[in-house]
């Protein structure tokens, strides 16, 4: 995987700029360690990094055809059937890259050209005989692409970091902002930057760029439709869609694993790929999965029904990898807080972040990429709220229900200015309105719908985006086959009756990967991404707290009423938490984690 950056400047001579690129492209090295490159001309600049998954000696960037020059950060899973396709068109390739072939692809069809990708991808093309820049990104939003619209032209890049390096990019923090942080902190507004004046790609959607205008526009959209398939026929299909994209993700020009939790989504990946690579007369798959110190002996609860280590076991040795636990001591937790909050660029989920960076970073070690069961919860119904009557009834967010939100510790005249409730509402009933409506469904399917459509298009982006920027923080291309946008689009039709046959969670895939698992993985009920359950991290975020009262500069306080949290301190009460897993530290880590940002990243507030 890469990571792309550039500037447009219809003003500026930009082949003068060149060091400016560089300093841009040089923040995502992290994403590309492998090979850099930058390309100027009088208007647009881009600029490089790789990570050589595919075509290793022939897949360079930014790479040229005639006067179209592109940056591309992605992996297209139908680049060969594309490619046989452009070649009966007429067209003649130099390399082996999915590069060229979305090159040429957008040679052949102009932006229509997305609209034929199976993959993750988000990248730039600049077309120099109509003067236009492209912006690009996947059907699910599962690669990160950012963008910044100034006087005279754009910025853009895989990470605000990226458009943060720009001299002309200021890191600043406004009414919405806050709003994104502390109001809607698990799952932010889609499109937003957080930043001001920074925008995020939307999923399924490309920007164009000329002189001007700019105008955003969607290439991909769910749409409703009647599903006729009987339960059966429907169990076939997903189990073939799920299979076909599982093996279209195996190609790899590098080493290549799996990561397995012991869940049904991690466990179907991994032995669907194990079953490929088996037919291919390849070697058995690896997998990794992460644990802490004393997991085991902890309680069960709503979200951890118990520890994932039996599970993974069953699974390894039912499905047959070659399997590593990583087991992460408390105090590497707290040495990799920093590095977590530079590769996300903003405050994010505290030590469940730590754990998967370091997780990741093991990983990295003998692999460069990585299968994931992501995104399974989202596309057959699994979370919590999709079966708790009381949330699906709730007029909000439904993993909102019931909860509070850091915007409680907002200091009143902050509170007044960004009104979260407000804020909170209006993004709700803009994401419903989204919802694409089924004419004559009943009311209790319609609102099912609805609570997909949540999941889909609110929650999900910024859960692949965490994975996505912690896993290439280390250099890890992480890819996600439950995010098949076939599948996805066949799913989406599928009624609530047969995705959740006799009311079990995410019966429908259950059933149709039952034969690849031992019964007590295929049954398992959810049960969350683990956090540490041990006592050291707690105090040592309890204790920075205090520092940070003891500071009359903290800057979090600018923000957060100070005598809101001594209170709490002082009661042992725990801190609203951005997640909506039960986790008493959460609220403390977003406490600290918002100061560190604002002092690592000179967050100006306006």
């Known amino acids: 995987m890469c990571g792309v950056t550039g500037w447009l400047d219809w003003e500026t001579d930009l082949r003068t700029r060149g060091p400016v690129v560089e300093a841009m492209a040089e923040t995502l090295a992290c994403r590309g360690p492998d090979a850099a490159g930058t390309w100027l001309s009088r208007h647009a600049a881009f600029g490089h990094r790789r990570l050589s998954v595919i075509d290793l000696e022939g897949g360079a960037q930014p790479l040229q055809a005639r006067e179209t020059v592109l940056t591309y950060n992605g992996e297209l899973y139908n680049h060969v059937d594309l490619r046989r396709e452009l070649t009966g068109l007429g067209h003649t390739f130099r390399t082996r890259s999915d590069t060229e072939v979305v090159l040429r692809a957008h040679l052949e069809w102009g932006a229509d050209a997305p609209r034929r990708f199976n993959g993750i991808f988000a990248y730039a093309l600049w077309d120099g005989t109509a003067q236009e820049l492209l912006l690009v990104r996947d059907h699910l939003g599962i690669k990160p692409l950012y963008w910044h619209a100034h006087a005279t032209g754009v910025l853009f890049g895989s990470e605000p970091k990226a458009v943060l390096a720009h001299p002309a990019f200021r890191a600043e923090l406004d009414a919405e902002g806050v709003a994104e942080l502390f109001a809607l902190p698990a799952a932010p507004t889609a499109g937003h930057g957080l930043f001001r004046g920074l925008r995020e790609v939307r999923p399924g959607h490309l920007v164009r760029v000329r002189r001007s205008v700019t105008r955003e526009s969607r290439y991909w959209e769910l749409v409703s439709r009647p599903h006729t398939d009987d339960a059966e026929t429907t169990r076939r299909t997903v189990r073939e869609l799920l299979g076909d994209a599982v093996e279209r993700q195996l190609m790899s020009d590098v080493p290549l694993c799996t990561l397995l939790s012991g869940g049904v989504d991690s466990s179907a990946i991994t032995a669907l790929a194990a079953r490929a690579r088996e037919r291919a007369g390849q ?33 390894a040795e039912h499905i047959g990898t070659l399997h590593t636990s990583v087991v992460i001591p408390d105090d590497d937790l707290l040495q990799a807080r920093q590095a977590v909050l530079r590769a996300r660029d903003r405050p994010g989920w505290g030590e469940m972040d730590a754990s998967l960076h370091l997780l990741f970073r093991e990983v990295r070690r003998r692999s460069t990429v990585a299968l994931s069961g992501e995104a399974a919860d989202e596309v057959f119904g699994g979370y919590p709220y ?84 912690v896993s290439m ?37 259950r059933d149709a ?76 880590d977003h406490l600290v984690q918002v100061d560190e940002w604002l002092r690592a990243y000179r967050v100006g507030l306006r």
Do not use: I, M
């Open 283 to 315: 070697s058995k798959v690896s997998s990794f999965s992460v644990d802490f110190p004393g997991s085991a002996d902890r309680a069960p609860d709503a979200w951890r029904t118990g520890a994932d280590a039996p599970f993974v076991q069953a699974a």
């Open 386 to 469: 999709f079966h708790d009557p009381a949330a699906r009834a709730a007029d909000t967010f439904p993993w909102l229900h019931g909860r509070t939100t850091p915007a409680a510790l907002l200091r009143p005249e902050v509170r007044a200015e960004v009104r979260p409730e407000e804020y909170t509402a209006e993004q709700y009933r803009a994401s419903l309105a989204g919802t694409p409506a089924l004419p004559g469904e009943s009311g209790a399917d319609r609102r099912v719908r609805e609570l997909f459509h949540l999941a889909l298009t609110r929650w999900l982006p910024p859960l692949l985006e965490r994975v996505d920027r």
């Open 473 to 509: 923080s280390v250099g890890l291309e992480v890819r996600v086959p439950f995010c098949d946008h076939r599948l996805v689009e066949y799913v989406w039709n599928v009624p609530w009756a047969l995705k959740a046959p006799d009311g079990r969670p995410k019966g429908l895939l």
């Open 513 to 588: 990967v039952r034969d690849l698992l031992p019964a007590e993985v295929a049954d398992r009920p959810k049960s969350g991404y683990p956090s540490t359950p041990a006592v050291r991290y707690t105090q040592v975020l309890t204790d920075r707290a205090h520092d940070l009262l003891a500071d009359p500069a903290a800057p979090v306080f600018d923000l957060v009423d100070r005598d809101l949290v001594r209170r709490a301190l002082a009661e042992g009460r725990t801190l609203p938490s951005p997640r909506t897993a039960p986790n008493p530290v959460g609220g403390l």
